[in-house]
């Protein structure tokens, strides 16, 4: 999993055996060590589509919530570029199967 952030977006780029798993499982999970704690990474499903930060305890969260419908639609999407889009008023907020390593067939318009 990588994760770009910039001022106005935040970008969740996974891999294709990365989306499998979180379908399967419902989360996926990747802890960084940094400067002497833990930056967390996680997205999961949930009822609230929606990007958080949260801290305790010496580990850092970045987490990513999108519903079982998103969820499905980015697995059934095939290639795409753009991925999925999740709203969010002040920031742009996608998760990508990045198309290098995806065997899916291209998404059709």
Do not use: W, Y
Request: charged share 25%; glycine share 12%; proline share 5%.
């Amino acid at each position: 999993m990588n994760v770009k952030i910039a001022e106005d977006a935040v970008v969740f780029k996974i891999t294709e055996t990365e989306l499998n798993a979180l379908s399967s499982k419902g989360t996926l999970d990747c802890d960084i060590p940094l400067g002497g704690g833990l930056f967390a990474l996680s997205i999961g499903a949930g009822a609230e589509p929606g990007v958080a930060l949260h801290g305790a305890d010496g580990v850092t969260t970045l987490s990513l919530t999108v519903s079982a419908g998103q969820l499905g639609e980015l697995r059934d999407m095939g290639k795409n570029r753009d991925g999925l889009r999740i709203d969010h008023p002040d920031l742009d907020i996608r998760l990508q199967v990045d198309m290098r390593r995806d065997s899916r067939p291209r998404a059709t318009p």
